[in-house]
C-alpha cells in the first residue's frame, strides 16, 4: 500500500495522510501495548481525520510483530484505572463514531484492548496465524467494550466463552465466527487490504458516510448506555474486589494470582 503523503510521527503511533486515505501505525514495540501517551496520541489523529473532508478511509495497523497486545496492565491499578478507561474509551467512541470507513489490518498478537480496537473497526482483516482474544479474565478483570459489543458479532454463546475464560483464537477461526471481516495467508494481507481500499475509494464518500450511519444507528445506541453500564459496573463492582487487585499486582510481579473469592 504505497501511498505518498504527509507523514507524522508522534511517539506511539505514526499517521500518514494521503487523501482520500489515512493510515494509523501502532508503535509501541515490542507488541504495540496501548498506554495512555498512545491513547491521546489515537484520539487527537482520529479527531483531526474526522475533520478532513478529503479522507474516506482510515486504514489502523500495527508495526512490528504485533497488532496490539492490549492496554497496558499498570493502567489497570486502582489509581489509574478511571483515567485509563476514559481515554481509551474515548477512542472507542471515535472510532464508532467516525464519519470515515475504519480498517484494522490485524497480524501476530491481537489481544485485550487490541482486540476490543480491532473488532470496533469496520472491517477487520486479519492473517491466518493472527492470536485473537480477551484474556482479562485471567487477570480478575473484564473487558467492557467486548462485554457491550462482541455478543453482536458472534453471538452470546461464542461471546461468553471469550470473555468467561480468556481463550483465544487464531485469525481463520475469528474470521470463521465473524470476529474478524476475512482472513488472509502468510504474506498475503496487504494485497487483501489494498484490493478493499481500492473499491472503497472508488465510491462517493459521502455515500459511505451516510451509509455506515444508517448501518449503525441502532447499534450505536444500545452501545451507548451498553458501555457506560459495563464502566459503571468496572468502577462500582470490579474494582473494589480484592481479586482485581490482585490479579493486576501478580501480572506485575510475575506470579500465580492467589484468588479468594472477594
Request: charged content about 25%.
Amino acid at each position: 500500500m504505497g501511498t505518498t503523503g504527509t507523514v507524522s510521527e508522534l511517539g506511539r503511533i505514526a499517521m500518514e495522510i494521503a487523501p482520500p486515505l489515512a493510515k494509523i501505525g501502532l508503535l509501541h514495540p515490542p507488541l504495540n501495548v496501548i498506554d495512555i501517551p498512545m491513547m491521546d496520541e489515537l484520539a487527537r489523529a482520529l479527531a483531526e481525520i474526522d475533520e478532513r473532508p478529503d479522507v474516506s478511509v482510515i486504514v489502523i495497523r500495527g508495526a512490528g510483530k504485533a497488532f496490539s497486545a492490549g492496554v497496558d496492565i499498570a493502567a489497570h491499578s486502582a489509581d489509574r484505572v478511571d483515567q485509563m478507561l476514559a481515554k481509551f474509551h474515548s477512542v472507542i467512541r471515535a472510532i464508532v463514531t467516525t464519519k470515515k470507513v475504519t480498517i484494522a489490518m490485524v497480524h501476530g498478537l491481537c489481544l485485550g484492548g487490541g482486540a476490543e480496537l480491532a473488532m470496533m473497526c469496520d472491517f477487520a482483516y486479519t492473517s491466518d496465524d493472527a492470536e485473537w482474544g480477551f484474556p482479562e479474565i485471567k487477570l480478575g478483570c473484564f473487558p467492557p467494550v467486548a462485554c457491550t459489543a462482541l455478543a453482536a458479532l458472534v453471538g452470546q454463546k461464542r461471546a461468553a466463552e471469550l470473555i468467561l475464560t480468556g481463550c483465544s483464537l487464531a485469525g481463520r477461526e475469528a474470521a470463521d465466527i465473524g470476529l474478524a471481516t476475512r482472513c488472509a495467508a502468510e504474506g498475503q494481507l496487504d494485497s487483501v487490504v489494498h484490493a478493499c481500499v481500492g473499491q472503497l475509494l472508488r465510491l462517493s464518500s459521502s455515500a459511505l458516510a451516510v451509509a455506515k450511519k444508517a448501518t449503525y444507528a441502532w447499534d450505536s445506541m444500545h452501545f451507548d448506555k451498553g458501555l457506560a453500564r459495563a464502566e459503571k459496573v468496572y468502577f462500582e463492582e470490579l474494582m473494589k474486589t480484592a481479586d482485581a487487585n490482585e490479579g493486576i499486582r501478580a501480572f506485575l510481579e510475575k506470579r500465580p494470582p492467589k484468588w479468594t473469592g472477594r
